[in-house]
């Protein structure tokens, strides 16, 4: 896959890392949560391999709403440009249910591979869909999903644009039937497998002895959520390959900022909260402000 970096990003790297060969590595690949190009950056400069576009942390931050089905492909599409002209690193992307039925899910392949998606997360779940960990789910028949997969794998431009499958039956019609649809999914040619909220540390061993020998298999961690939580270290023990921890990045954001807006909001002023900030200089740094200046000083005009 290409590099989608511009002359503006402070990345080192000269092109995009290729998934597939990372996921035939030993170790599990941890892929944090981010929801815009910012949130991207700081990942990517702590050093992770891999970030995961969340679909319901865009909704959480760009609509102030919660995970229903709510956010558009092309405000999807919108984000992940934003962020895959910042940074480097491979971005595995929520498309939800493909938003819409085979032909749609077609357009939303084709246009987040367009904007650089390095993976395309795509759910057998009824339309509007929600959280993978809320109650009240519904799926689709097996034949429209595999439908969809096909669509999905025939869009794409590039075999290196991965296609992940992902079922919600474990909640809808219980661990058996959403082993058999991974099973149907994985006929259709897909790259990961992903099978939402196990319920325990058996139903993970038991996915993990189906399909870790044949199809690298992704682990949700929620706080909160139906699956326990584990390290990456643990689930790769376990035989996940790819780690996310997709909306922890927005949790850990809104609780610092109920505490920064509560102290401003008190005290009148920052100063309470200094020390747990950046100063101005520090995040023109972070986000390459003094790069960025040097680079557009070579357009100047010259007298």
């Not at 780690?243 to 109920?258: D, E, K, M, N, S």
Request: hydrophobic share 40%; glycine share 8%.
């Amino acid at each position: 896959m290409t590099s989608k970096a511009t002359a503006t990003s402070t990345s080192t790297s000269t092109a995009t890392p290729n998934l597939a060969l990372r996921l035939q590595q030993p170790t599990a690949l941890l892929a944090p949560g981010i929801y815009d190009a910012f949130s991207a950056l700081i990942a990517e400069q702590a050093g992770f391999e891999a970030l995961y576009l969340s679909g319901a942390s865009i909704a959480y931050t760009r609509l102030g709403r919660s995970d229903i089905g709510l956010t558009t492909a092309t405000e999807v599409a919108q984000t992940l440009a934003h962020i895959t002209d910042r940074i480097k690193v491979p971005v595995i992307v929520d498309a939800d249910t493909g938003f819409g039925n085979a032909l749609n899910t077609q357009r939303t392949v084709r246009d987040f591979e367009r904007a650089g998606a390095a993976m395309i997360q795509i759910e057998d779940q009824t339309f509007p869909k929600r959280c993978g960990h809320l109650d009240g789910k519904g799926v689709v028949p097996v034949a429209e999903m595999q439908g969809k997969l096909k669509a999905a794998l025939d869009a794409r431009h590039s075999g290196n644009t991965l296609i992940l499958a992902r079922t919600d039956a474990l909640a809808v019609e219980g661990i058996d039937a959403a082993l058999d649809r991974a099973e149907a999914y994985l006929a259709c040619g897909v790259d990961a497998l992903f099978i939402e909220a196990l319920r325990s540390p058996e139903q993970m061993d038991r996915a993990c002895k189906q399909f870790a020998h044949r199809i690298p298999l992704l682990a949700n961690m929620v706080e909160g959520g139906q699956t326990p939580i584990q390290s990456a270290t643990e689930l790769g023990d376990r035989g996940f390959k790819i780690v996310i921890f997709p909306g922890g990045t927005a949790r850990a954001v809104a609780h610092t900022l109920q505490g920064y807006y509560g102290s401003l909001h008190a005290h009148q002023t920052t100063t309470p909260w200094r020390d747990q900030m950046l100063n101005f200089d520090e995040l023109n740094q972070l986000i390459g402000t003094p790069e960025l200046l040097a680079h557009g000083k070579q357009y100047d005009a010259k007298v």
